[in-house]
């Protein structure tokens, strides 16, 4: 709970801050360094790489996306892994862990299909036999150590801006200031920006591509939350690196993948053949 709450209460006093301290161009540059380095974390490493293994890549390189996706507090990377594994297996059945489409009828289900897909899911109790669902990363004792430490990595991502700030303003009230935006603020938005594509993507946005589920394409968190948005064609293809297919369809994560793949970081990454991505087009 307190992982919620505290981000909250920080966001709704920064009014209040601004007011009272102004507002730096650092604590901005702070607050979307890390946005960026973060939510990375969750679609690019414990999403894409961990869950689906769409590329493959140096052990190091998993390592750092292992705790960029950790600072994020959305839980340990075998957890989350083994959660979103268990959503694609039981995507807007009554045992998905997060669908919006079982609050009952009318305005008031849908409020309230929409609360625990945002957020009342992350408090239930973990579906029975979670563990068998990462049992490939469980097998390294690289990875079973890194999700055992998640509560340093979650110090790290308050820290690490904290330095930041500190040290671009020469001042403790940046270090102040780095903590609450690059730290609080940023975890708030992450949080609400990642689960967003479990509640709105399973609710509004267009369905190109045939699923059987109620993922959709929302064209407003395919660029937030780094193309996680394109989330029919992701329920279509899982195992594509890339989300966002059609050229208008923004997907940075899979941007950051492509360039990987250039720079020799990345490989065997995966795609939809046009063969693939033709068959599974709905028609209209
Ligand atoms: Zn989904
Ligand atoms: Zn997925």
């Known amino acids: 709970m307190i992982a919620i709450v505290v981000p909250l209460a920080a966001v709704l006093v920064t009014p209040l801050y601004v007011w009272e301290w102004g507002f730096r161009w650092s ?150 200031s780095g903590l609450i935006w690059g730290g609080l603020v940023r975890i708030f938005l992450v949080h609400h920006v990642t689960w967003s594509v479990n509640s709105a993507c399973h609710l509004w946005g267009s369905q190109p591509y045939k699923s059987d589920d109620e993922s959709r394409n929302n064209a407003l968190f395919g660029v937030l939350a780094m193309g996680e948005g394109w989330h029919n064609t992701h329920h279509a293809f899982p195992t594509s690196a890339r989300h966002g297919l059609r050229w208008w369809e923004i997907d940075l994560s899979y941007w950051v993948i492509h360039l990987m793949e250039r720079l020799s970081l990345a490989w065997d990454v995966k795609l939809p053949t046009p063969d693939a991505e033709a068959k599974g087009r709905r028609l209209a």
């Open 27 to 176: 604590d901005l540059a702070v607050l979307v360094g890390m946005y960026v380095l973060t939510a990375m974390g969750v679609t690019i490493g414990f999403h894409r790489l961990f869950v689906h293994r769409s590329f493959e890549t140096y052990l190091w390189v998993k390592v750092v996306f292992a705790i960029m996706g950790s600072m994020a507090l959305q839980g340990p990377l075998l957890r989350w892994v083994g959660m979103h594994r268990w959503h694609h297996q039981h995507s807007d059945t009554p045992e998905d862990p997060h669908s919006p489409q079982h609050g009952g009828a009318g305005f008031v289900g849908l409020m309230k299909g929409l609360w625990h897909a945002q957020i009342g899911w992350f408090f239930e109790a973990d579906p029975p036999n979670l563990a068998r669902y990462s049992q490939d990363l469980r097998k390294s004792r690289t990875f079973r150590v890194i999700s055992a430490l998640f509560p340093l990595w979650v110090a790290l991502g308050l820290v690490l801006p904290a330095v930041v700030g500190g040290l671009l303003s020469q001042s403790w009230m940046g270090a102040l």
